[in-house]
């Protein structure tokens, strides 16, 4: 930032890869009040099908998740990204071998890699969807209905009052 008449701050450029049930989601955007999307791209990758069928993510579909998740950190720096973070849904809860599947992706990528909590996830996709609403009634009900598991949440503008995840999504 300079002191020079008509200079202007640079809004950092952030890249989320978001690893859920049924898709491998990369948004890279200027962080800003409102989020503006600067680029994106989805897998399908179905996790929540071997874990549903099995319990745990085969060895195959962790070296695919992998390679997907370091592509997408790649691609997001390339769009300008300052820092990368990777998260996981309902994979990262429900999988018996979460901690094998974090691990690899934290190795494979070399990113900061979490899985979130569900009532978390719950609270970003209300946060989300506030964020750039123009109008917000006196009381919202948001409902994130993802892969592997269902979020609901109930509240006024930056004030959830009640939060509840299920473990049942489209999957």
């Known amino acids: 930032m300079t002191s020079e008449k008509g200079a202007t701050i640079h809004l950092m450029r952030?890249?989320?890869v978001d690893v859920g049930s049924n898709t491998v989601r990369l948004l890279v955007a200027r962080r800003n009040v409102c989020n503006e999307?600067?680029?994106e791209a989805r897998a399908y990758l179905r996790l929540g099908d071997?874990?549903?069928?099995?319990?745990?993510?085969?060895?195959?579909?962790?070296?695919?998740?992998?390679e997907c998740v370091r592509r997408?950190?790649?691609?997001?720096?390339?769009?300008?990204?300052?820092?990368?973070?990777?998260?996981?849904?309902?994979?990262g809860r429900l999988a018996q071998?979460?901690?094998?599947?974090?691990?690899?992706?934290?190795?494979?990528?070399?990113?900061?890699?979490?899985?979130?909590?569900?009532?978390?996830?719950?609270?970003?996709?209300?946060?989300?969807v506030?964020?750039?609403?123009?109008?917000v009634p006196e009381s919202v009900a948001v409902c994130d209905s993802?892969?592997?598991?269902?979020?609901?949440?109930?509240g006024t503008r930056g004030s959830p009052q009640?939060?509840?995840?299920?473990?049942v999504g489209s999957l």
Do not use: M
């Open 14 to 16: 952030v890249g989320v």
């Open 130 to 135: 506030l964020a750039c609403a123009k109008r």
């Open 162 to 167: 009640w939060v509840r995840s299920l473990d």
């Open 72 to 91: 997408y950190a790649q691609e997001a720096i390339e769009h300008g990204a300052h820092h990368v973070d990777v998260v996981i849904t309902a994979p």
């Open 146 to 154: 993802g892969g592997g598991s269902t979020e609901l949440v109930v």
């Open 97 to 128: 071998n979460a901690d094998e599947l974090v691990g690899a992706i934290a190795q494979g990528a070399a990113a900061r890699v979490r899985v979130l909590a569900a009532e978390e996830e719950a609270l970003l996709a209300f946060a989300g």
């Open 50 to 66: 071997e874990i549903d069928r099995n319990g745990w993510i085969s060895e195959a579909k962790l070296r695919e998740t992998v």
């Open 37 to 39: 999307p600067l680029h």
